[in-house]
């Protein structure tokens, strides 16, 4: 039966014989559709002397099939209005197109075609390059990004879940089109591949194009990283010709694998989403110490990190390091009802918009496929959330407290605050926050 009867239909799962899952929303109100591949390898997933190769796959896919040149695969999304694109992450590639509803099978064909048949020429892969190295280039003048790369190290040292999904510059030009096909062969199999489609799709169709274009890829193995360990501490790069201190500090979180998560999440809309809220409240508006602040989560099936970030003045650096844990403690001791209810909000709000968002949401749904082998319903994830109490949001933040802080900042640093951010990293959690701490 469709589910475009429902008023908020959830997607529709069926695997193929070699493993292949495919993932549909039908949303017949909407005339566009969006259709993802979805493959189980990323940064995390490369080991350290073929760091950024997920990237570099993702890039050179466009660049050419066995049938089709990179001219003629722009063409053909183009001429239905397509749009075309893809991105890596630590835990995933994936490949996108969105137009048309009537083009939805077309565009699982295409896309089968550049997953599974690209041919990496040897020209478009030296040009292909240089485009990467310069977005490098421009990633390592940002602060910012600077102070991420410092961060993630601190938290997982050399796991690769530390390693930043662009890769390392030495690796980057040195690899070969024979380590890049070596690398699809291996990583990119039936066991490790989402197939979504959201949209006015006709579910029996989609699955139909995808057995047609994926049901012979073989098998494999699930792509599995090994656990990883929170470590914690300080690092500081001193950039020149930037003015600004950009700090990134942060605690460990549960993996999304643990349903302790939504506490977490939680947790940092109460903290800092909105300008009413604890951090954004305090160290901008009354006190006026950054220009820009936010608190988020960066959960996977691995790890996760409660983030605090923010750029400021390198003056206010000492004051902001006095106001964080002071303001995290104050939650470890009480919970403002108005708070907790505005958290919750923001967060269904959060979720409505993604509803409005299908091709993100897939992303989401390709993503617990991978890490659950099932997808939440929107009811499991509201009775979670409904279920988080004040008492559970205190006792987060007492054992974020109790734990060794990764504290990372880029950009201009004065020695005076580098000081101060180097005892947060040990900062006790104090009497009043022993309950939950470890």
């Not at 990119?188 to 057995?211: C, F, K, P, Q, S």
């Not at 390709?366 to 004040?390: I, K, P, Y």
């Amino acid at each position: 039966m469709s589910s475009g009867s429902r008023i908020d239909p959830e997607p529709f799962v069926a695997t193929l014989a070699n493993g292949v899952r495919v993932a549909v929303l039908e949303l017949p109100h909407l005339d566009s559709a969006c259709v993802s591949v979805f493959v189980r390898t990323g940064s995390c997933h490369e080991g350290r002397a073929a760091s950024g190769i997920s990237h570099v796959v993702e890039h050179m896919a466009f660049k050419g099939t066995h049938t089709r040149s990179c001219q003629q695969i722009n063409l053909d999304a183009e001429r239905l209005g397509a749009e075309v694109n893809a991105h890596t992450d630590k835990d995933h590639t994936a490949y996108h197109m969105r137009g048309l509803a009537r083009d939805a099978g077309a565009f699982v064909r295409m896309l089968a075609d550049i997953v599974r048949n690209g041919s990496f020429p040897e020209a478009e892969l030296e040009r292909e390059r240089q485009v990467i190295l310069q977005e490098l280039a421009e990633d390592d003048d940002d602060a910012f990004s600077a102070a991420y790369r410092l961060f993630d190290r601190l938290c997982y040292g050399t796991h690769p879940l530390a390693q930043p999904v662009i890769g390392r510059r030495r690796d980057i030009e040195r690899f070969t089109r024979d380590e890049l096909l070596a690398y699809v062969e291996r990583q990119y199999t039936g066991a490790n591949l989402v197939v979504t489609a959201a949209g006015r799709v006709d579910r029996d169709a989609i699955i139909r194009e995808v057995e047609a274009g994926f049901g012979s890829m073989p098998r494999g193995l699930e792509n599995r990283v090994r656990p990883v360990s929170w470590r914690g501490g300080f690092a500081a790069r001193r950039m020149a010709g930037v003015s600004q201190s950009h700090l990134v500090l942060g605690y460990p979180a549960p993996p999304t694998t643990d349903d302790a998560h939504h506490v977490a999440v939680l947790a940092s809309a109460l903290f800092g989403d909105g300008m009413s809220s604890p951090l954004m409240d305090e160290i901008r508006e009354r006190r006026g110490l950054v220009y820009y602040a936010g608190c988020s989560t960066d959960l996977n099936e691995l790890a996760g990190q409660f983030v605090i970030e923010a750029s400021l003045a390198p003056t206010n650096v000492e004051a902001l390091t006095d106001e964080l844990p002071r303001l995290l403690r104050a939650q470890a001791d009480a919970i403002a009802p108005l708070d907790l209810e505005r958290a919750r909000n923001q967060i269904l709000v959060r979720r409505m918009h993604l509803k409005e968002r299908p091709c993100r949401r897939m992303e989401e749904v390709a993503l617990e496929l991978f890490s659950l082998g099932r997808v939440r319903s929107e009811a499991e994830r509201t009775e979670r959330l409904d279920a988080v109490s004040a008492a559970d949001l205190r006792e987060a933040f007492a054992r974020m407290l109790g734990a060794t802080a990764s504290v990372a900042i880029a950009g201009r640093v004065r020695a005076e605050a580098q000081a101060c951010l180097k005892a947060i990293v040990h900062q006790p959690a104090g009497p009043d926050q022993r309950t939950g701490t470890r």
